[in-house]
């Protein structure tokens, strides 16, 4: 189960059908977004694919010598621009690809179009979702509530994305969802009733043990998108965001021109591939080796090439260089921006109460430490309500009188009142009387704390206490102990066998902490196979819109492709 490859196969295969000769890719919005996670321009280009445009573009040139591969969402609005397209042609052959199902009387309109028959191929390749990485994916969508209720427009859009998921992946699974969730089961319902109409689509050749969807809903565990993480990936979404495998550096001091924007990518950057998962500490060591195994390779300031075989050498190895300059420049550049924010922010600090709050029971630690973060002027405001959010969800039944003193204390700061508004929000949205389950700690916190991180000067492992609440789930999951009456099956069929190839997906998005947790489950259970996925993948801005929408600037962001 590797939805990197499912996309990337769809976009080769749709390449290889349209024949030899120069081609152009015709896309929209989201789906140049999808094959952007997937491809580069240069892996592209290879394949005789020399123009990359949208459909929505109102400048394209007509260009009849070329072939055009369009790749398209099956939207109303994408139909429509196709058959404008198709009644002035601007390429001598079409070759056409919708990302999810599209309805028959969309079809009969394009065949009444297509007057001057360009079109050659109409298909429907099921990549209709952001591949972040193979056991991950996500939708690329905030907002998906109305109160406690699906946007319908969102709700649509989800039960396409996730079933665009299960068919590229070949899977007709049985369907669990979270019974506290009235989200997750109208979720539930909608997919299994594409899957009952679109039956033929879903005959898959049977295994002896029947895939497994688990739909869960994010309010069950708001904490865990409210805490600082220490892995490289997190780090990187939580202090600088990840946009489609993209990091604005524009920001940071002194940035040269071609660092303002990098891509971070595991299929086409080997260091950050065998790092993406390691701790903060182990990242500073491996950036320094690799800027000594650089520093060996790097070509002599007066290196002569005095013959043939010397200029030929000097040829061969310069793009490998080149490769490795780009990679040390970006990663360093990188790692030293993360440590210049933790440091200027006290983010260890800040983490390490966080962790204290989501992970002990003393109260009155916790609150005086909260109280003296919210005196420190060097803490972010954002970080500041955080540490009260996350003190309003632990200590929810204690009395008033202490969560109104860090209140007064978010005022005296000057913290704006929509993010002081975020406190009862996610109360509301997370709290003790919506969430099916109680807070997870450490199975061994004693013993956890015991440990040292590594690379920070021996400073006891507590920023890493917390497990999130999927870890368990799906602990309970595989060892086949996870409540029916918790986590029901939709329809009268239930699974008796350890289930293997597992789909889980949250409603109201994922972290890279729970796609870490993933990660380990999937090394470390043999036979068992998980794919995660959420409407969104959180980050420090976007973790303010659960349980609301009052951080407007983080709804709607746009997409950018990696070329």
């Not at 490289?232 to 965001?241: D, N, S």
């Not at 050498?313 to 310069?318: G, I, L, M, R, S």
Request: proline share 4%.
């Amino acid at each position: 189960m590797n939805v990197v490859l499912a996309v990337k196969q769809y976009v080769s295969k749709m390449i290889e059908e349209s024949g030899p000769g120069m081609k152009v890719l015709l896309m929209d919005k989201e789906t140049t977004s999808i094959v952007s996670m997937v491809y580069t321009q240069s892996e592209i280009l290879q394949k005789e694919v020399y123009l990359f445009e949208r459909i929505d573009s109102t400048n394209r040139e007509t260009m009849k010598h070329l072939k055009a591969i369009c790749f398209l969402r099956p939207t109303k609005e994408n139909v429509e621009f196709l058959i404008q397209e198709l009644h002035r042609p601007k390429y001598g052959l079409l070759f056409v690809y919708f990302s999810n199902v599209i309805s028959k009387s969309d079809i009969k309109s394009l065949a009444e179009a297509d007057e001057q028959e360009v079109v050659s191929e109409v298909q429907e390749f099921y990549g209709d979702f952001i591949a972040v990485s193979p056991h991950v994916f996500s939708l690329n969508l905030l907002g998906c509530a109305q109160g406690r209720n699906w946007n319908p427009a969102l709700l649509a859009r989800t039960t396409q994305g996730l079933t665009a998921v299960l068919l590229s992946l070949k899977k007709c699974p049985m369907i669990r969802y979270q019974l506290s969730s009235d989200m997750a089961k109208r979720l539930a319902e909608s997919v299994k009733q594409i899957i009952t109409k679109e039956y033929e689509l879903f005959e898959f050749r049977r295994t002896e043990v029947p895939p497994l969807l688990l739909i869960l809903d994010r309010s069950d565990d708001a904490i865990t998108p409210l805490l600082n993480q220490w892995t490289y990936q997190a780090m990187v979404h939580e202090l600088l965001g990840i946009n489609n495998n993209r990091i604005d550096l524009s920001r940071v001091p002194g940035i040269s021109k071609d660092l303002k924007e990098v891509v971070l990518s595991a299929e086409n950057d080997e260091f950050y591939t065998n790092n993406m998962y390691l701790n903060f500490g182990e990242i500073g060591t491996n950036i320094k080796n690799l800027m000594e195994d650089f520093q060996k390779k790097k070509p002599k300031g007066q290196q002569k090439l005095e013959s043939i075989s010397d200029m030929k050498a000097f040829v061969e190895n310069y793009p490998q260089f080149k490769k490795m300059s780009g990679t040390v420049s970006k990663h360093v550049t990188v790692v030293g921006e993360l440590s210049r924010l933790v440091s200027e922010h006290h983010l260890m600090e800040v983490s390490e109460v966080e962790q204290e709050l989501a992970c002990q029971t003393d109260h009155s630690n916790a609150l005086q430490n909260v109280r003296k973060l919210l005196h420190d002027p060097k803490v972010l405001d954002l970080d500041a309500v955080r540490l009260v959010m996350l003190y309003a969800l632990r200590y929810e039944r204690h009395s008033n009188s202490s969560l109104s003193s860090l209140m007064e204390a978010l005022a005296r700061r000057g913290v704006s009142e929509k993010y002081k508004r975020l406190v009862s929000a996610v109360v509301e949205y997370g709290g003790k009387r919506i969430r099916g389950s109680d807070f997870v700690t450490p199975k061994d916190a004693v013993a956890l704390t015991k440990q040292f991180f590594k690379g920070l000067k021996g400073i006891e492992n507590v920023y890493t206490q917390h497990q999130p609440l999927l870890q368990d789930t799906l602990d309970q999951l595989i060892k086949g102990k996870l409540k029916d009456s918790q986590y029901p099956y939709l329809g009268p069929n239930t699974l008796r066998d350890r289930p293997q190839d597992i789909v889980v997906f949250i409603i109201g998005g994922g972290t890279y902490e729970e796609a870490q947790t993933v990660y380990n489950l999937n090394r470390t259970s043999p036979g068992v196979r998980i794919v995660l996925g959420g409407t969104t993948i959180h980050n420090t801005k976007s973790r303010g819109s659960v349980g609301s929408n009052l951080i407007s600037e983080t709804q709607g962001r746009p997409f950018k492709p990696h070329f």
